[in-house]
RNA sequence: GGGUAGGUUCCGGAGCGGCCAAACGGGGCAGACUGUAAAUCUGUUGUCUUUCGACUUCGCUGGUUCGAAUCCAGCCCUGCCCA
C-alpha cells in the first residue's frame, strides 16, 4: 500500500480526527507508529459500541504499527465523567482487575494478542508524589476544564462536579506522555481528553499524538449511547443466537447506523428492510461466531419468530427434575425466569403483566390461572413472554 | 462563614394534615397489530395476597395529632448568590 492509501484506509470511518497531516507525516518515517486506546475498565464485557475503535486499532496493527491497549486501572478508581451527567461511582481496585481481565480476552477477538502492548497506568500513576501531582496540574487551566462541555452543563445545570472529576482528563493525557503515543483513538466523546495529551506531549517537548475519533454507537432503544448500565448493548461474548436477535430487534433507522458504523457499508435498499437486517445480523454475528454459527441462528431466529414455530425452535432446556416439588404455575414460571434468564420479577408482576395479558402459554395454549398445577411431560414448551421460552427435558 | 432554594416511588415532576402506594410525563414489562422494526392502541409498573386486605416507602431521627410525604425540632446532604 502507498502512504495515501494506508491513510484513506486509516481515516475511513473516523469522526474527527485532529492532525490528519501530521499522520500522513508520521506514516512516512516508516517506524512503528505507537497507537494508544484507552479502556475503562469499569464493565467487564465489551460490546459492539467498544468494538469500533477496537476494530480501528486493529487496522493499525493489520499496517504493522504498535497497537498499545491502555488498561485504566488507576483512572478506573476515579470514573471517567465523560458524557456523565452526574458523578460515577468508583469501582475498587480487584474489581478493575477483574474485569480488566475479561475485557481483554474479549478485545482479542478482535486484535492479535501477539502484538498487542498492554500497560496499566496505575503503574506509573501510584508512584506519583503529590508534588509530581501539583505540577502536572500547572500545566492545565480551571478555564481550560470547564470548556469541556459535559462539565460546563453540569455547572450550568446546577449539577454537582467534583474536583477529581477534572483530573481525569488530565491523567489520560499525561498516559499519552507516558507511553509515547504517536496516535490516540478514543470516541468522539474523547476527543478533549485525546487533545489534552496532545498538549502535554507538546509541553514535553514531544511529537503530539494524533487524536483519531470513532463514532458513538447509539444501542438498542437507538437513543442513548451503547452501554452495559443502559442495558442496551450486544456484547461480543453473547450467543450467537441472542447476538443475531439483538440485531433483528433495532428499528431501520437504527439499523443504517450499524451498517455505516459497524460494517462501513451502505445498506442494499432494493432489499426488503428485513432482509437487509437478517444479512447485517448474519455479518455481525460470524465476526464474533462462525459463519456457520450465524447461519444456524438466523434459521433458528426464523422458526422462532417468522413461523412462530416454538417447537422446532433452539430453546434453552429444562430438565423437569429440577423443578421445586408442588410448584403452582407462579411458581415455576418465577423460579424459570430467574434460573433461566437470570430475571426477578415480583409476583404481582408476574400476575399482572404475565399471566393476565396470556403471555404465559404451555403448548401454545395459554395459562391465565397463576395457581394451576401444570401437568408437564418432557418436551413441552412454556412460553413465558414472546421472546422468552423454555423447552422441558 | 452569611443569605436562599431544595432533598418524593427507575428518572423527571406534582402533592403540602385524612379521599396517598402517592397525579402527570418518560422509561420498563406484557398483550394486540407487524417485518421479535417503527408508529399506534391496551393493560401494568412498592412487597405479599385469588379477592377483601395487610405490610414497607416520600433525606435521617425524634415530636405534635385519632391520623403526617404533608405540621414542629434537631441532624445529614445538595444547588445558587455573597465572602
Redesign the pocket.
Known amino acids: 500500500m502507498t502512504i495515501d492509501e494506508q491513510l484513506d484506509y486509516l481515516m475511513s470511518g473516523t469522526a474527527k480526527v485532529i492532525g490528519r497531516d501530521e499522520l500522513k507525516e508520521r506514516l512516512k518515517l516508516g517506524r512503528p507508529l505507537r497507537v494508544k486506546l484507552g479502556v475503562d475498565p469499569t464493565a467487564p464485557d465489551i460490546h459492539f459500541g467498544h468494538t469500533v475503535a477496537i476494530e480501528k486499532l486493529r487496522q493499525f496493527q493489520q499496517l504493522g504499527h504498535q497497537a498499545i491497549l491502555l488498561i485504566g486501572d488507576f483512572t478506573a478508581t476515579i470514573g471517567d465523567p465523560t458524557g456523565r451527567s452526574v458523578t460515577r461511582p468508583p469501582l475498587t481496585r480487584d474489581q478493575v482487575l477483574v474485569n480488566a481481565e475479561t475485557y481483554t480476552q474479549q478485545a482479542f477477538k478482535i486484535l492479535d494478542r501477539a502484538k498487542t502492548e498492554i500497560v496499566y497506568n496505575g503503574d506509573w500513576f501510584r508512584k506519583m508524589t503529590y508534588e509530581e501531582v501539583l505540577q502536572l496540574n500547572s500545566k492545565a487551566t480551571m478555564q481550560q476544564m470547564l470548556a469541556r462541555e459535559d462539565f460546563h452543563t453540569r455547572?450550568e445545570s446546577?449539577?454537582?462536579v467534583r474536583l477529581h472529576e477534572l483530573q481525569y482528563p488530565l491523567m489520560q493525557g499525561w498516559d499519552s506522555v507516558v507511553i509515547r503515543a504517536d496516535v490516540e483513538i478514543g470516541g468522539t466523546d474523547q476527543l478533549f481528553n485525546l487533545l489534552v495529551g496532545r498538549d502535554l506531549q507538546k509541553a514535553q517537548g514531544m511529537l503530539p499524538q494524533i487524536a483519531m475519533t470513532l463514532p458513538l454507537l447509539e444501542g438498542l432503544?437507538g437513543v442513548r449511547k451503547m452501554s452495559k448500565s443502559y442495558g442496551n448493548y450486544i456484547g461480543v461474548d453473547e450467543p450467537a443466537e441472542t447476538m443475531?436477535?439483538?440485531v433483528?430487534?433495532?428499528?431501520?433507522e437504527l439499523?443504517d447506523r450499524y451498517y455505516q458504523v459497524l460494517l462501513g457499508a451502505v445498506r442494499d435498499l432494493s432489499l426488503h428492510?428485513?432482509e437487509a437486517?437478517k444479512q447485517l445480523a448474519v455479518k455481525l454475528t460470524a465476526r464474533y461466531h462462525s459463519e456457520e454459527a450465524a447461519l444456524l441462528a438466523k434459521q433458528d431466529?426464523e422458526t422462532r419468530?417468522?413461523k412462530r414455530d416454538l417447537a422446532s425452535a433452539d430453546l434453552p432446556e429444562f430438565d423437569l427434575m429440577s423443578l421445586p416439588e408442588g410448584a403452582n404455575a407462579l411458581e415455576l414460571v418465577s423460579h424459570l425466569f430467574s434460573t433461566v434468564f437470570h430475571l426477578t420479577k415480583?409476583?404481582?408482576?408476574l400476575r399482572?403483566?404475565?399471566f393476565?395479558?396470556?403471555?404465559i402459554q404451555l403448548n401454545d395454549v395459554k395459562v391465565n390461572d397463576p395457581?394451576s398445577r401444570l401437568e408437564l411431560k418432557s418436551g413441552d414448551i412454556l412460553r413465558l413472554?414472546?421472546?422468552?421460552a423454555v423447552r422441558f427435558l
Do not use: L, Y
Open positions: 455547572v446546577g449539577r454537582e432503544d443475531f436477535g439483538k433483528m430487534s433495532t428499528s431501520d439499523m428492510p428485513m437486517k431466529w419468530f417468522s415480583s409476583n404481582g408482576v399482572k403483566e404475565h393476565m395479558p396470556g403471555a395457581n413472554s414472546k421472546k422468552h
